[in-house]
């Protein structure tokens, strides 16, 4: 599949992408339930043990995978990112304002964080477990992902090393879409797409650590990549008119992927070779299938269409509220698991973990509570007034003037009479429609034309 191309200066491209909706409800129930993988992950204090039933050996299990949330997060990334981009891109001022925003949203609490947790708490005595053999400076660089391999424990804030992943993706990605058309930024993620598991297999062959292979930028950009591409998939069913596509396939999809994953790096391993090399390539086009199937749930509920129960799941409040702050509680909860959670589990069982499967899952809970309360904080606090303050920065193109006098208000229509004149409407459009022509690379699948009476 290949997309139509596009004129970096069209005029009608930026007018067609900027009128799909611009939020997408079961994006945030994604985000969710990808920082709740990631609790799962980071927050297992079960003790492994060989001889555990059955039972203990699946829930120790389900909490490792929890990491695969992260490769979920940077599929999510590069489609939102990359839609957002496609739908601005050409208006004044574009490239400011996505860094305004994306340093609205990042910069503010990652900064207070950063000052909290490296310089107050340290000058009161309370030290994160691990310190950084290299200076802090990485840190605040958002280059951390380069050193944290090489730090004896992944150093205090071992888990930033995502973070810095975007935040350089965010910096680079908009000087490569700038002057590029649709087709382009296909082409583009494609070869990203292949190199990125190239580039692991070349890193583990020249001896670099598992965990470095894991965090460098060009180990991960085939997510991005593949999040990218899906918004150009999306862009490019906007322009052409296409507002549908089997979304349950998609979904049907997406698990076959997933057995595949599991089977390929043997029960979804974080290290080793296999599972670097094809694994985390077959996880990107999991995680890809995943949420092209909830963008077309989106849309098909825009449309009105009734929903599933799995849908329904994504759109609730739960998953939502757990999207809603999901960067606060990413960032705090491995702090709170060091200087708090941990412990105080150290105080109850004497050690840093339990065989107790009832210990761990409280822990978990109460552990994964304090993380969303946090968030729930943060976000009222400092995330959303910081967002607020775009208005202040954000350039404000004034409308064109209109050379046409406005046309005259139609005459109100009861209820019936209306209906009756959209029905009348809608089968003219259906007797007249005509699928446009397109170059046959185009990624959208052909419109049917109306058949002859």
């Not at 991960?220 to 296409?242: E, N, Q, S, T």
């Amino acid at each position: 599949m290949k997309p139509t191309a596009l004129p970096s200066t069209s005029n009608a491209a930026p007018r067609a992408l900027a009128d799909r909706p611009e939020h997408l409800p079961s994006l945030d129930g994604l985000r969710g339930l990808a920082i709740v993988l990631v609790l799962l992950h980071n927050l297992d204090v079960l003790a492994p043990a060989a001889d555990r039933p059955l039972a203990v050996a699946l829930l120790k299990e389900s909490l490792y995978v929890g990491w695969i949330g992260v490769q979920l997060f940077f599929v999510l990334s590069g489609y939102l990112i990359t839609r957002g981009l496609l739908a601005s891109r050409g208006q004044p001022g574009w490239m400011r304002d996505f860094l305004v925003k994306r340093g609205l949203r990042i910069l503010p609490l990652y900064w207070i964080a950063l000052l909290l947790l490296t310089v107050a708490l340290p000058m009161l005595g309370v030290t994160l477990p691990h310190p950084s053999h290299f200076s802090t400076a990485w840190l605040w660089l958002h280059l951390s992902n380069w050193t944290t391999p090489f730090e004896p424990g992944g150093g205090p804030l071992p888990h930033v090393w995502s973070l810095s992943v975007e935040e350089q993706f965010y910096l680079l990605w908009p000087l490569l879409l700038w002057r590029m058309g649709l087709r382009d930024v296909w082409l583009l993620c494609l070869v990203l797409i292949a190199a990125s598991p190239l580039a692991r297999l070349l890193m583990l062959n020249l001896g670099l650590p598992q965990e470095a292979v894991y965090t460098f930028t060009i180990s991960r950009i085939d997510a991005l990549a593949a999040g990218a591409a899906l918004a150009v998939w999306d862009a490019g069913r906007a322009l052409h008119g296409a507002t549908r596509w089997r979304s349950a396939h998609l979904l049907r999809l997406a698990i076959v992927l997933l057995l595949l994953t599991a089977a390929f790096s043997g029960g979804f391993r974080r290290l080793g070779d296999a599972a670097q090399i094809g694994g985390y390539t077959l996880l990107t086009l999991s995680c890809t299938a995943i949420i092209a199937w909830a963008v077309l749930v989106d849309h098909a509920h825009a449309r009105g269409a009734l929903q599933g129960g799995a849908s329904r799941l994504l759109r609730g409040r739960v998953l939502a509220s757990f999207g809603r702050y999901s960067y606060a509680i990413y960032l705090f909860h491995k702090p709170v698991h060091d200087l708090i959670g941990l412990p105080l589990l150290r105080q109850l069982t004497g050690s840093d973990s339990s065989a107790d499967p009832a210990v761990a899952l409280l822990y978990l809970l109460a552990s994964g509570t304090l993380c969303w309360a946090i968030g729930w904080l943060s976000w009222r606090l400092i995330e959303r007034p910081a967002l607020a303050l775009r208005r202040h920065w954000l350039s404000r193109p004034a409308p064109a003037p209109s050379t046409q006098a406005p046309a005259p208000a139609a005459p109100p229509l009861d209820h019936a009479t209306s209906a009756v004149v959209r029905g009348r409407a809608d089968a003219a459009r259906r007797r007249g429609f005509r699928a446009p022509a397109r170059p046959s690379w185009a990624i959208l699948p052909r419109a049917r034309p109306a058949r002859s009476r």
